[in-house]
């Protein structure tokens, strides 16, 4: 199978990176996206995903743990230096530790072999829908709480320094979502239950899992300045806190 697949007629549908190592896995994913209307390109190892990955942008990376050479984690890693693409792991049957790891470095969702294609789809689907803002929403109006700033129409979200200069967070698309439902009721406790529903509601994470996504949000907070801007509520969830 080559490479690069030929890019089904409407070149406004969505491009999905496929890395995959095994090649039977990796025909049948790319036949059930494009038989769904999206663009695919296809890359057998991560040096090759890096490579396509830049030459393409696409939006939306399905991309395994385990490659030889340099392994998915690796390429998750270079991937998040870059920006916010959404990333789908494929890992193996029970792998957590994969799944944990990867997430903490900001997946935003993960499928397990062996797997329905299309729910791999349904999947992907579900992921590119939370990254896109919907043409037919009205705007929302920005959201402000202390130093911290989100704004969900352009998907982005700052912290404020005292004299009003304003350093952007780099977040990845579950980390924004959390932290803009924390912000929307601030003080509010919500219960990890309730951050899966709202944040993933397509994925069948693990409660943990959101432990992992809103630990890698605190360092960012931490690096910006806010230390404590997140409150874990014990046995039961986590707040937004942003003092008096």
Not at 36 to 52: H, I, T, Y
Not at 208 to 222: E, F, P, T
């Amino acid at each position: 199978m080559s490479s690069a697949m030929k890019l089904p007629p409407s070149v406004a549908a969505p491009l999905v990176l496929v890395v995959e190592d095994e090649p039977g896995i990796a025909t049948i994913l790319v036949a059930y996206l494009e038989r769904d209307g999206l663009r695919s390109l296809f890359a057998r190892d991560g040096e090759q995903a890096v490579q396509l990955f830049r030459q393409h942008q696409p939006d939306l990376v399905l991309l395994d743990i385990h490659l030889p050479g340099m392994d998915g984690v690796d390429v998750l890693r270079f991937i998040r230096d870059q920006g916010q693409t959404p990333v789908i792991m494929v890992t193996a049957l029970a792998d957590d530790v994969d799944k944990l790891v990867a997430l903490r470095l900001g997946a935003d969702d993960y499928v397990v072999k062996p797997f329905n294609p299309a729910e791999v789809v349904a999947r992907v689907r579900a992921v590119l829908r939370r990254s896109q803002p919907k043409a037919t929403a009205a705007p929302m109006a920005p959201i402000r709480v202390g130093a911290l700033e989100i704004n969900p129409a352009e998907h982005s979200a700052k912290l404020y320094d005292p004299q009003g200069q304003a350093t952007p967070l780099p977040l990845t698309l579950t980390e924004f979502r959390l932290l803009a439902l924390l912000a929307s009721q601030p003080r509010r406790c919500f219960s990890r239950a309730q951050l899966i529903e709202h944040c993933l509601p397509e994925s069948d994470a693990l409660e943990r899992v959101i432990d992992s996504h809103l630990s890698k949000l605190r360092r960012k907070l931490q690096l910006a300045g806010q230390d404590e801007l997140i409150e874990t509520v014990r046995s039961i969830g986590y707040r937004l806190w942003a003092g008096d």
